[in-house]
Every structure is written in C-alpha cells, then in structure tokens.
C-alpha cells in the first residue's frame, strides 16, 4: 500500500482530479462544498493496476492554507504536481512544488489539467515547461500527463504513471510504527479516533501505544483502513486509529508512537539546513541582498502535521541552527522539516532535525565550536541527516573510513556524525578501489574509531556496528566490480583482528552485545540482565510488554534494545536477536535475491505461527532484507 497527494495552485483542478481518479470528493467540509474551494485536507483511494489501495491526500491550494498544505505533503511516496493547462506554472505551484522537493518527495508526476479547454500544442507546451521547472525543484526528470476532468481523457495513463513512479521506488523504511495525526474526532458511541499516514510499522487492536509529545499511553481499540475495518493496518497507508485510555484531547501534530519507533520529544533543537530546492543557498536572499536566517529570526517549523513557532538561531556558517520552540515537538530522528516565514507564505529554508538540545549554556558554545570542524571532515555524506545518539559516533567512524584517514581528524566530535543513507566513495586518486576498500590498515583504522565510539555515554551497539559494517561492506561490493565473496571475508576477518586486538589491550571490550570502553560505559542493570535472560529463554514466543504480566519488562527491553540484545517487532513483541536472526536465516536459506516466497512458506520455514510471522517479515522488510509484493515477499 502506498499513500500519494497532491500539490499546486488554487483553482487547477486538484479535488475535481481526485474525484475523477477515485470516485470521492474529497471536500468534506460544507464550507468547502460551498466555496467551491478546499480548506483543509481531503483524502480518497483508489486500487491500482496491482491490486493494492493507493491513498490520496487532497491539499488546499490557496496560499491562506499553506499550513495545512505542509502537514498534508508530509510522509507521502509520491507527489502528483497539478498544473492547469489554461494558466500554466503559477507561483503558488512554484511555491508547492519547492515544499514538497524539501520534504524530499520521492516520486512526482505531472497531471496538466484541463487539457479539453485549451489547445492540443498549448497542453503540451504546458506540459515541457512544467518538466523543466521541477526537474530544477526535485533534481529529477518527472513524467507529465494530459488529463481532463471533463471528458476523462488521460486518466488511465496518469494511473498507470502513478504505479510506475511507485514501482520504480520501493518504500521508505524505518524501525517501528508511528503516525502523525492529521485528523482527530470522537464518533457516537465513546473513545477517541485519530487519523494520518501510517508508516514503519503495522498497528493493531490491543497494541499499546504512546501519544506524544505529551507522553501518554494510549490502547488501540481498534483499526480502520480505507473504511474497512482491519486487524492490523501496514505501511504505508491511511489509518484511522480507535484510542481508548486517553485523558486529554488529541490535536494535529501529536504523534501515535509504537515501541522502538524512535520518536523523540523537544522544544529546544538542533537543526540542519540543507540548500533549497534548485538552489545552492541555504537561505533566500531579504531585500538587501542578506540571507534572511538572522539570529532570533521568528519563523513557523513545519515537521509531519505538526506546526510550532519558533526561534532560530543559526550557529556560525555551518548550516546547523538551535530551533527553541514554544511548545514541544515529537519527531524521529532525521525528519525533514521546511521553515516559513511567520503568518506569511515564505519558505525561509528547509532541513532535517537532529535531535533534541539540553546543554547548558557553556555546552552550546563547545557545540558551535565542534561543528564547524565535523561539517568539514564529512563533505562526502550529502544532503544527510542526522542518526540516533546511540549510533552516532559509528557514523562518523564510517566517514572516516572511507575518507582514507588513517585516524579521526583533529577536532571532529565522535558525538556528532551524519545519518547513513549515502553511497561514500574511496578517496580521490585511489588507484585500486578494492585494494583501497579491503586495506587491513584501514580496518584497523575503523576499529580504532570503533574503539573510540564505544567511550560515548552507554556504549555503542554491536548490532548497529555490525549493521552498519554489512552496508559498509555491500557499498564497497557495488563500487568495484572484481570484488569477490573471499575478499570481503578476508576484510571482515581483518576487521575483528583488529578489534580483538583492542580487546587484548584492554582498550575496547564487550558487555552483553555492545562494545565498550573499560570504565566509560555502564554495564547490563541486574534488571536488564534478569530480562534478558527471560527473553533468550522465550526463544520465538518473545515477551511483550504491553500485556499486564509483563510490564515491568517494557523499560529494560528498551535499553536491551539498545545493547543489540532485543529487537522490537510490530505489535508490541520483542525477540532476542538469536531468535531473530534464527528465524530471518531459515526463510532467507537458500533463496537469492529476486526470488519471491508467501506468508505460509516463511511460516513453514520458520516455524511460526502468523501471529508472530507478520511482524517478523514487517521487521525483515524494515531492514532491506525483502520487500512485499501483493501477498508475497520478494528476496533483496
């Protein structure tokens, strides 16, 4: 399932397209009904050629509505750019289109609209223009599509644009299920009911959840996709969620969070700005030519359906800012967010948020000192983020690595480290990509800055080394062809010399599944032990914390988590990471990537029943192992 919405200047024919491609209006206001014109969001659905239900999310087109255009434009796989044959480009698509290229929108078609009022050579002139101008916006070259409302010319090949966008770009992944709220109401009959996009992860009824950023647990009652009502809902599709337990209200903006989903909370952030879309600048210029980021600058971050005024004050010229909030925001790690100007219709700049800031004073100015320095020893991972504070310090490790440094570069904070994600390259002037790669110094050299990773607060996670080590590796085999299994085992063979070599110096060690640092980071709590070994001893019955009898295990499993030594599934459930990697081997033995296998099979295979089958391949999904096609699964 995939979610798509639409984008562009007012009165081009947004809601009447939808209508047209999926029989809904999606106005469902009756001031909407009465103006003719949409206010706030609307949303429909239609099945595409493959059988699964593609959701649309219908934007206001007025500029007096932006805000409720950016909290529809967020988490979408497609965005379909509409532009009226009869006006052409407008500012308002400009306007559009520029926030939905910051919000990194995968995937874009063009529907030129109103193609039966103009010209035959007008539409398609219509048509190349708006090509060129978002090829600059998103950096990519979109397929555009004559349509008409009227007469229904062009909507089967707009569909059929649509599923070959959506094909041509498998799924964004992520660690576990959260949504953004988007609508929230309480129907006849009690409770609370919450809607948006669902991603990550899959919900259902009985799942504990949390509502954030105030923090409070929540139970689903139950679950609705599409107006059908369902026992889990996947990603990524409109959900409409049934709250029970709730103790205050629900507004736009707040988050619906699952264990492991990483969703964090913060009113003081730190912030990266990256170039805005078709331009190298950070920021536009004001009227006399400045930037217009100034310190205490008060603008709008917009981020998912959430909104907050707030304070930015950019540190030094490094493109990273402190964003001080009035009110608390919950967001995961990386989520991309775009600036505007307060009460206006500006897009000041765009960026993703790092994490939250509690550093005192004398801490911000180490801050503004380090990042100078890392953002300069990291100009290879463009246009990335930031991780998660536990994998940080690995991520620059990486980028070390790769940058052929033999030791991490004076003065770059192992604390601070750019979100994975990219495809790093051997330093200029390598004349051996593989010898380059598999250099057993190197190796050492990474473990050395391993080492130095695991001094962090709390240790650094095995699973996230060796995670990152296989996409390192896997990097390095698309880069250079002669690359064989046996090299790539001679490299990680040289790795783990190195880093037992550490351990025989005593300068690195493990505790449980984590690397540590003699004395810096703390060891497994007895509480954590104690869950650890009920959960190694659950085998592939897991423990799920959500269920009264094992509460107390929901606080140490998160940090087992951490460690490497648990790994979340959907639903609440939680396997050790033997029992994981048991069961992912078993459905995986023999297959090779392409090949494409059913829920009964891995069942089989793995011995499963499909109460526990479902969140196990949504988790395999999640890593890049398989991705879902229809009712199978199809090896990566």
């Known amino acids: 399932m995939r979610v798509v919405g639409t984008a562009g200047h007012v009165d081009h ?15 469902r206001l009756p001031e909407e009904k009465a103006r003719g014109m949409t206010t706030d969001l609307g949303f429909a659905y239609y099945r595409g050629g493959n059988g699964e239900y593609v959701g649309v999310v219908d934007v206001p087109g007025h500029e007096r509505y932006l805000r409720n255009m950016v909290a ?3 988490g979408l796989d497609l965005v379909v750019l509409v532009v009226a044959a009869d006006d052409g480009w407008m500012p308002q698509t400009g306007l559009h289109a520029s926030i939905a290229a910051s919000l990194a929108a995968p995937s874009v078609v063009i529907a030129v609209t109103k193609a039966d009022a103009v010209e035959a050579t007008r539409a398609e ?7 060129e101008r978002a090829s600059a916006l998103f950096g990519f070259r979109p397929e555009a599509v004559l349509v008409s409302n009227v007469t229904g010319e062009g909507l089967g090949e707009l569909k059929a644009a649509i599923g070959r966008a959506l094909e041509a770009r498998p799924p964004a992944v992520s660690d576990g299920a959260y949504l953004y709220v988007d609508r929230a109401f309480s129907p006849l009959g009690g409770g609370t009911v919450v809607t948006g996009t669902l991603v990550g992860g899959s919900v259902g009824s009985g799942d504990e959840l949390e509502l954030l950023p105030r923090g409070e647990r929540v139970k689903v009652r139950g679950v609705q996709s599409y107006r059908e009502r369902v026992e889990r809902a996947f990603p990524a599709c409109r959900a409409a969620v049934s709250l029970t337990g709730l103790k205050g209200g629900v507004v736009r903006g707040d988050v619906l969070s699952a264990p492991g989903s990483g969703v964090v909370c913060g009113s003081e ?3 990266r700005f990256l170039p805005l879309p078709g331009s190298e600048s950070l920021f536009p210029a004001d009227a006399k030519g400045r930037p217009a980021l100034r310190p205490g600058l008060e603008a709008e971050l917009a981020a998912g359906s959430a909104r907050r005024d707030a304070e930015l004050w950019p540190i030094g010229k490094t493109g990273f800012a402190r964003a001080v909030l009035r009110s608390p925001l919950a967001f995961p790690a990386g989520c ?12 000041l700049g765009r960026g993703v948020i790092a994490r939250p800031i509690r550093a005192a004073p004398e801490g911000r100015k180490a801050l503004a000192a380090a990042l100078p320095r890392a953002v300069a020893s990291t100009d290879a991972l463009e246009e990335a983020g930031f991780g998660r504070d536990r994998s940080l310090a690995l991520r620059v490790s990486v980028a070390v690595f790769y940058q052929g440094w033999t030791a991490a570069p004076e003065g770059v904070p192992l604390g601070v480290a750019l979100k994975a994600g990219f495809e790093p390259a051997p330093a200029p002037g ?14 050492a050299a990474y473990a050395e800055a391993v080492a130095a990773a695991a001094a962090e607060p709390g240790g650094l996670s095995r699973a996230t080394g060796e995670s990152i080590f296989a996409s390192v590796l896997g990097a390095a085999s698309r880069q250079a062809d002669s690359l064989a299994g046996a090299r790539a085992a001679d490299s990680k063979s040289a790795f783990e010399a190195s880093v037992s070599r550490l351990e025989a110096q005593k300068a690195l060690s493990r505790n449980g599944a984590a690397w540590t640092v003699p004395g810096s980071a703390r060891a497994l709590s007895p509480a954590e032990r104690e869950t650890l070994e009920r959960l190694v001893a659950a085998g592939t019955s897991g423990l799920e914390p959500g269920k009264t009898a094992q509460r107390e295990d929901a606080r140490p499993l998160k940090a087992l988590c951490s460690f490497g030594e648990a790994v979340p ?9 033997a029992a994981y990697e048991a069961c992912s081997a078993a459905i995986l033995r023999g297959r090779k990537p392409g090949d494409r296998f059913t829920v009964p ?8 029943s499909r109460k526990y089958i479902l969140p196990l391949l949504n988790r395999m999904e999640s890593k890049g192992l398989v991705k879902r096609s229809g009712d199978e699964r199809i090896v990566l």
């Open 125 to 131: 002139r219509v048509a190349l223009d708006s090509v």
């Open 336 to 347: 991309g967010f775009v600036a505007l100007r307060r009460g206006g219709a500006e897009l």
């Open 569 to 577: 599934l959907d639903g609440g459930i939680f396997f050790s990471r």
């Open 269 to 271: 952030l730190l912030v």
């Open 430 to 443: 390598a004349a051996d990509e593989a010898a380059f790669l598999f250099d057993p110094v190197r190796w």
């Open 13 to 27: 024919g947004k809601t009447a397209l939808i209508k047209s491609l999926t029989g809904i209006d999606a106005d």
């Open 72 to 74: 529809g434009a967020w």
């Open 601 to 608: 099979e891995a069942k089989e295979r793995s011995a499963l």
